[in-house]
Each structure stands twice: as C-alpha cells, then as structure tokens.
C-alpha cells in the first residue's frame, strides 16, 4: 500500500487523506457514481452466486459451493425463525439478500487503500471510495427502504384504516374525550419511533465502516514494516466488525419487521 503522486510531488499525509475520501461524483455533482457502481456490482455477484449454487443444487453429496450458501440461509432463517412470528414469503428472501449484500460492500474494506484507484487512474479515473457502506448516503437509503417495508408490512397486517387507527392511538390508549386529547401525542411518538428506526440502521453501519476506512487509510500513510505490522492484526478484527455489521443491520430489520406486524 503506498501513496500516489499528484504531479509529481507526493501528497502530504493530509491531501492523501483528502483524496481517498473524495467521491467519484457525476457532472453535476449530486450522485457519488463510485458508491453507485461499486454497490450495483456487488449485487449483481450476490446475484449471480446464489444463482449459481441453485442451478447447482443436489440432493446427494453438496459441492462446497452449495455448503456455503446453505449455511449462509441457516444463520439467517434461523435469526428470521426466532423472530419474526407471522407468516411471509418475503421476510426470508430479504433478510438473506440485506445480510449478503451489506457483508459484501462492507468486505471492500479489505481490499489495499490505493489497489483499485491506482489501476482506475490509468483509464483517467482519479477518484474512487471503493466501500459503498462507508458513505451515509447510500445507508441512509438502504434503511429508507427498511422504513418503506416497515410501513408495507404493518399496512398489510393491519389494513390501511388499522395501521392509521395505530398512529393516533398508541402507545397512550385511551377512551372517549382522552383519545382525541392524547391522538396529537401519539402520532408524535409514532412517527419519532418510525423514523428512528431506519436513522440508527444507517448511522451504525456508516459510523463503523467509515471508521474503518478511516483507519485503514491512516496505516497506509506508515511505512510498509507498520503497515504489516499494524494492518495485519487490524484486517483480522475487522472481519469481525465487517461480519456483525451486515449481521445487526439484517437482524434489526427483522426485528422492526416483526414488530410492524404486531398489534398494539
């Protein structure tokens, strides 16, 4: 992992921290195309494994192909099994996909700080965030869709009127004139709690990862004997960190899943 060169004098250790957390963003400045890209990507292979492994698939002796993806569907249906109660055809799909998917974009961290920019850089790409988790706006829209699902799931267990008549009436339950006092307060609380929900998802998953990255970036800017040194043991936790990130962000949206479908 060594520092690139911008002209032809090296960057101080404070443009190459610059640099490498500049997104590579579209010509009007409003999308970071890298985390688009690299996400999409990442999907796409998600995709193509799992499709892979079914057309695979045997009754008899499994490849070890087939034994990883089994295992990766136990962990989550098990998590989905404990706690998610009512009956769904989605619930598992889209915890297994949520796990798989954060796991991976979150795996990009192990990749070296200058690997892919330093091979972009020769097709005139100067500037790329290869951790798509890292960056807020792409978790805040993930756990954007975790709060449409929530919505969908509850109004699909309650009906649209129940899943109103919830809004206004918990959690302070009450009768006659109290009810309609107390309606304001319970839809304040009921939409706090909504839109908590999806905002401690995606600053979690944010705050570890870009910390991450942080850190890596950091231990490239050391000499190489340091980088071994310090990055070796670091690159170990962090499979850990990467691991229960994609874990929590996939269990809490089961979880508040669960919840919508209950009735209060």
């Not at 009754?59 to 769904?88: C, I, R, T, W, Y």
């Not at 009127?161 to 304040?188: C, D, Q, V, Y």
């Not at 939409?191 to 999806?198: M, N, V, W, Y």
């Not at 850190?215 to 190489?224: G, R, S, T, Y």
Request: include cysteine; aromatic fraction near 12%.
């Amino acid at each position: 992992m060594t520092t690139e060169h911008v002209g032809h004098e090296a960057p101080t250790n404070i443009e190459y921290i610059q640099h490498h957390l500049s997104h590579l963003k579209s010509a009007d400045g409003m999308f970071n195309l890298d985390t688009f890209w690299v996400s999409a990507i990442l999907g796409l292979i998600f995709l193509g494994v799992f499709y892979m492994a079914s057309r695979r698939a045997t009754a008899g002796v499994p490849g070890k192909l087939q034994n990883f993806v089994e295992a990766v569907m136990e962990l989550v249906n098990d998590v989905v099994n404990s706690a998610f109660h009512a009956k769904s055809k989605v619930i598992a799909p889209l915890a297994i996909t949520i796990f798989c998917w954060v796991w991976l974009m979150n795996a990009m961290d192990f990749l070296p700080v200058d690997l892919l920019p330093k091979l972009l850089s020769f097709a005139g790409v100067h500037k790329l965030r290869v951790v798509p988790t890292a960056d807020v706006n792409h978790t805040f829209g993930m756990s954007f869709g975790v709060m449409l699902c929530i919505i969908g799931f509850s109004i699909k267990a309650k009906g649209l009127g129940g899943w109103g008549k919830e809004l206004l009436t918990a959690p302070f339950h009450a009768h006659g004139f109290m009810a309609i006092i107390l309606a304001p307060i319970n839809l304040a609380f009921q939409l706090i709690e909504l839109l908590a929900k999806p905002l401690s998802l995606s600053l979690r998953l944010f705050g570890n990862m870009y910390a991450g990255e942080l850190l890596f970036i950091l231990i490239a800017l050391l000499p190489w004997w340091a980088q071994w040194l310090l990055g070796g043991p670091w690159v170990i936790f962090h499979i850990l960190v990467v691991t229960l990130q994609a874990f929590v962000f996939m269990a809490l949206t089961v979880v508040y899943l669960a919840i919508a479908v209950e009735k209060h």
